[in-house]
């Protein structure tokens, strides 16, 4: 099946201080992938979604100069929280399309990254 | 941005008894989706249907779709303790991302 990771699992870092995540996937390759943040007892809330060489499209309410995504490859994109505060203490979550998977295109999920911020 | 509700936002049944979750949404879709998410953990993959279909069924999971009232239901019969975790649905329209509902928690005693 189609697997997607993500690294680090956990992370904890100090306020002021920029976090990357990596989000890959490992058997196919994802044109698209998409970024969830998800805070205790809720649910996960769309927060960008990357192509492969270009421009992220971030939605309403995220700072995208808060949140840098870069999708590089087809094989790995990244979210670098930058200058993280304990509001941006959540679960991200990563996901990616691939384009083999017929006819619904769907997503597949990484594990998730609890970032906490001191 | 979130697509819409779960009912009920939270659910406490006994081994054995059978769940009922029911999802609305807001606009036409291209297929829904149910995840489970055990606490603290990644999404589970459930079943997915097509907004062509009514109705789907997967071991002890049922799941219904009507497009007219916008609404899903997914039941899990013969519930075990197992079975305790986080439901969401989720929707796609065509090209877009998947839009998760708020989710039920379902708490399972054995």
């Known amino acids: 099946g189609a697997v997607v990771s993500q690294h680090p699992s956990w992370v904890i870092c100090k306020s002021g201080t920029s976090v990357k995540i990596e989000c890959r996937s490992l058997?196919?390759?994802?044109?698209?992938m998409f970024w969830y943040r998800q805070f205790p007892k809720q649910s996960l809330m769309l927060m960008a979604t990357?192509?492969?060489?270009?421009?992220?499209?971030?939605e309403q309410g995220v700072e995208k100069d808060k949140f840098l995504i870069n999708h590089a490859s087809l094989t790995l994109s990244t979210l670098t929280v930058t200058s993280a505060h304990p509001e941006d203490s959540s679960f991200y979550i990563c996901?990616?399309?691939?384009?083999?998977?017929?006819?619904?295109?769907?997503?597949?999920f990484g594990p998730g990254t609890r970032l906490t911020v001191l | 941005s979130q697509q819409g509700e779960e009912d009920p936002q939270a659910l406490s049944i006994q081994e054995g008894e059978n769940a009922t979750m029911n999802c609305s949404y807001k606009?036409?879709?291209?297929?829904l989706q149910w995840y489970r998410q055990n606490s603290g953990r990644g999404l589970v993959h459930l079943i997915l249907?097509?907004?062509?279909?009514r109705e789907k069924h997967s071991g002890r999971l049922r799941v219904t779709l009507d497009t007219s009232k916008k609404s899903s239901s997914l039941l899990i019969t013969a519930s075990r303790a197992a079975d305790t975790a986080s439901y969401f649905c989720?929707?796609?329209?065509?090209?877009?991302?998947?839009?998760f509902g708020k989710g039920t928690t379902l708490s399972v005693s054995s």
């Open positions: 996901s990616a399309k691939s384009p083999r998977t017929s006819p619904y295109n769907e997503q597949f």
């Open positions: 058997d196919f390759q994802a044109t698209t």
């Open positions: 990357s192509n492969e060489g270009s421009k992220a499209t971030y």
């Open positions: 606009t036409s879709i291209n297929n």
């Open positions: 249907i097509r907004s062509n279909e």
């Open positions: 989720a929707t796609r329209q065509a090209g877009t991302a998947l839009i």
